[in-house]
């Protein structure tokens, strides 16, 4: 089965890049991405690093409701393996479920229970997404409608999930808010991420751009492709930037320099895969 859902995976990618060729000039992304500038993208690649260290927060805050004490450095390196584990070892065990197992192992922690923290962390950061996916459809989607749409959707999203944690996870509910703003926070550096993106390769600061990766971010979130949605990512780049009459191969561009930034800050965490993230002591359970 698993190595059905590899396949399905690749397959996928492969399609993806497929279609994305014939509506993009190959070699005037090549050009874009050739003129980039360096200390642009080491800046870029600064915010999103900072962007994961403010996740790791957020989920520490989970893992303590649930009755398990971490350092934020243990915790750090802990969801620096699972970031590695997520990016290049599709198909295998997701880092998700494997720092879940290492708690379990090395403190005793209820899978349950930590399991709960790891998917309400999920939830919460697609929640924060959704807020500011809200934000900026204001300033570049047409119609009273989709407004209304958008921003019902993701006060509706921010009541559900309280209600959610409050009915069936009650151990949780101290940390909502807390989780929550520091959520928006990981989004809004991403955001200043892509920003320094766009300097790189001289684009103005268009807020079309931004919608379009958040939306790409959502369709990432998704286990449909290979390592952190690579090949969706870039299909919702290229239909987005078609709609919103921008350039696609431009898209792409920017779309692959998001996922270079991933793949650069989580790269580091095969460290982890050699050495045992948690040999810090840390008071559990």
């Given at each position: 089965m698993k190595g059905l859902k590899l396949l399905l995976?690749?397959?996928?990618?492969?399609?993806?890049?497929?279609?994305?060729?014939?509506?993009?000039?190959?070699?005037q992304?090549?050009?874009?991405?050739?003129?980039?500038?360096?200390?642009?993208?080491l800046l870029a690649v600064s915010f999103y690093l900072l962007s994961k260290v403010l996740s790791s927060v957020r989920l520490n805050i989970y893992f303590r409701n649930a009755g398990l004490q971490l350092?934020?450095?243990?915790?750090?390196k802990l969801y620096w393996m699972g970031m590695f584990y997520n990016l290049f070892l599709p198909g295998?065990?997701?880092g998700d479920a494997y720092k879940v197992i290492l708690l379990n192992r090395k403190y005793g922690a209820p899978?349950?229970?930590?399991?709960?923290?790891?998917?309400?962390d999920r939830f919460s950061g697609l929640l924060a997404l959704g807020v500011l996916l809200a934000i900026y459809a204001l300033m570049v989607v047409p119609g009273v409608w989709w407004n209304v749409l958008f921003i019902g959707g993701s006060l509706a999203g921010i009541a559900g999930l309280y209600l959610i944690i409050k009915f069936f996870f009650r151990d949780f509910l101290p940390g909502f808010w807390a989780t929550f703003f520091w959520g928006l926070a990981v989004q809004v550096v991403q955001v200043?991420?892509?920003?320094?993106?766009?300097?790189?390769?001289g684009q103005p600061l268009l807020s079309e751009w931004i919608f379009i990766?958040?939306?790409?971010?959502v369709v990432a979130v998704l286990p449909l492709s290979l390592g952190g949605g690579l090949g969706t990512r870039e299909l919702v780049f290229a239909e987005g930037a078609t709609y919103f009459g921008l350039?696609?191969?431009?898209?792409?561009v920017i779309s692959l320099l998001f996922y270079f930034c991933n793949l650069v800050t989580s790269v580091w965490g095969v460290y982890y895969t050699f050495r045992d993230p948690l040999e810090i002591k840390s008071r559990s359970f």
């Open positions: 995976k690749i397959v996928i990618t492969v399609v993806c890049f497929w279609y994305i060729s014939t509506k993009v000039n190959w070699q992304a090549l050009a874009a991405l050739q003129k980039a500038h360096l200390g642009y993208l350092s934020e450095l243990v915790n750090g295998a065990i997701s899978y349950k229970k930590i399991s709960a923290a790891v998917l309400l200043v991420c892509l920003y320094a993106l766009l300097f790189a390769i990766s958040l939306v790409a971010t350039d696609p191969a431009l898209a792409v």
